[in-house]
């Protein structure tokens, strides 16, 4: 099993990343996927998820209308496009699995999570 982050980098505030999980060594359609991200000194905590069976979606509060997360089961891949960054939004962000569907708690929480994958980092600057 592996998911396999890329797509982090610098970028200037009020700019864009595109992050990448790409998964394999699972059926990917029977799992929900999540972005986390852990910035220095601080807890992991939930961006956004996606539930591959019915298409549902979650956002961090401070990142709705920011971020947007897409799947394409056909590569096995989670996208996260990120626009309008912040330097708030600086952290190492991982992808996550987990087998059927994440509920909205369970998934903030941090709860349930089957697979991990490695981080990548985004550092937004002022």
């Known amino acids: 099993v592996q998911l396999q982050a890329s797509g982090g980098g610098l970028v200037q505030a009020g700019g864009s990343l595109n992050l990448t999980c790409a998964a394999s060594?699972?059926?990917?359609?029977?799992?929900?996927i999540g972005w986390f991200r852990q910035a220095p000194g601080k807890e992991r905590e939930g961006v956004s998820c996606?539930?591959?069976?019915?298409?549902?979606?979650y956002y961090k509060e401070s990142v709705k209308g920011r971020f947007a997360i897409s799947s394409d089961n056909a590569k096995n891949t989670v996208y996260l496009q990120m626009n309008s960054l912040k330097p708030e939004d600086t952290a190492v962000y991982y992808c996550?699995?987990?087998?059927?569907?994440?509920?909205?708690?369970?998934?903030?929480?941090?709860?349930?999570?089957?697979?991990w994958g490695q981080g990548t980092l985004v550092t937004v600057s002022s």
């Open positions: 996550a699995a987990h087998q059927g569907r994440w509920g909205y708690r369970d998934y903030f929480w941090r709860r349930g999570v089957d697979y």
């Open positions: 060594g699972f059926t990917f359609d029977d799992y929900a």
């Open positions: 996606v539930n591959s069976n019915d298409g549902t979606s």
